[in-house]
């Protein structure tokens, strides 16, 4: 089942706003993602994480990878209406006799008033 | 460049029925990866294939089983259909295993099971 819990659900704000959201697990990530997904479509990558600590940003959105590798944030600067969609994180947990798996959290919808 | 694409977009079935789902990679892209998506699991990682290898697996039961073909097409198939399989699934392709950022997703196949 699911390892990834992210919050909040859902985030309805003015254009213009900042926007922040953020995803903890109770295991040790190796990776951590961040994706964005529109109606009728399948998720995009948005930012890639492999270190503790590490900040990375891309345009106006910037993440972290937390120091106890348990969790990330995703931050959205100055809100634009096509910000709207659902924002994913995932992770990579590398189990040794299973192989890697793959955990997305439960996603963080977000509508952008203009 | 092509992306990924799913077929069919959309499918019914029964209960009890067996249905399989396509998926074909951006060329040059040899692993696959299979995710299942629902409003209340939200989205989990069933299998992944490379080079016509399964190379990791979530947690679903044997019903869920895939393959891939020489030219890096995949599909999946899901026997004794049950009411809670109706979902969006979304494949995805990389250029290696295990490179989870490189990943790109299709479209997404939503199975409804009556």
């Known amino acids: 089942g699911q390892q990834l819990n992210q919050s909040p659900q859902s985030m309805f704000i003015q254009e213009g706003e900042d926007v922040s959201m953020n995803c903890t697990s109770s295991s040790i990530f190796n990776t951590w993602l961040w994706y964005k997904q529109d109606p009728g479509e399948g998720p995009v990558l948005l930012i890639a994480l492999y270190k503790a600590g590490e900040l990375t940003s891309n345009g106006r959105l910037t993440a972290q990878f937390g120091i106890t590798r348990k969790d990330s944030f995703l931050n959205i600067s100055a809100s634009i209406p096509s910000d709207v969609g659902i924002y994913f994180c995932a992770g990579q947990l590398i189990r040794g006799n299973t192989g890697n798996q793959f955990y997305f959290g439960t996603g963080t919808s977000l509508t952008v008033i203009p | 460049k092509a992306g990924v694409t799913q077929t069919p977009r959309y499918l019914i079935k029964t209960r009890g029925q067996q249905v399989t789902l396509s998926c074909s990679p951006i060329s040059g892209h040899r692993s696959v990866s299979w995710y299942q998506q629902t409003p209340g699991q939200g989205l989990q990682f069933l299998f992944e294939y490379f080079s016509e290898t399964q190379r990791n697996k979530g947690n679903f039961p044997g019903r869920f089983s895939g393959r891939q073909f020489s030219n890096s097409r995949s599909e999946m198939n899901v026997s004794t259909l049950e009411l809670g399989d109706s979902a969006l699934y979304l494949c995805?392709?990389?250029?290696?295993?295990?490179?989870?950022?490189?990943?790109?997703f299709g479209p997404g196949t939503r199975l409804l099971v009556l």
């Open positions: 995805a392709s990389s250029p290696r295993t295990g490179l989870w950022e490189t990943q790109y």
